[in-house]
């Protein structure tokens, strides 16, 4: 999936993450542990950590590949999860100030 993508990044883990709006599970949070920036289709460096603050209906309707692997998350609420990776066409992060 890396290799298809020209630019963009690896998001490996999302934290704290809070729904704002039910009606278009609307979520926000940060990133957490690792981030990639991609370029050519190659993980190229490292990126800090980075806050987001998205409409999950709209970033679904954008969905470019999903991996064959599954991976067992913990649940928001309670229960685990076995979820694919997904690549999406765009995701909203926001700039944090200092």
Do not use: K
């Not at 998001?11 to 009606?23: I, K, Q």
């Amino acid at each position: 999936m890396i290799a298809s993508i020209d630019q963009g990044l690896l998001v490996t883990r999302f934290w704290y993450v809070n729904l704002t709006t039910p009606h278009n599970c609307g979520v926000t949070g940060t990133t957490r542990d690792s981030v990639w920036w991609i370029e050519r289709g190659e993980l190229a460096y490292p990126v800090t950590n980075m806050r987001f603050d998205q409409e999950l209906i709209g970033a679904f309707e954008h969905v470019r590949g999903v991996g064959r692997e599954l991976r067992t998350l913990s649940g928001y609420f309670s229960g685990y999860y076995r979820v694919p990776a997904a690549t999406l066409d765009s995701f909203q992060f926001v700039e944090v100030g200092h």
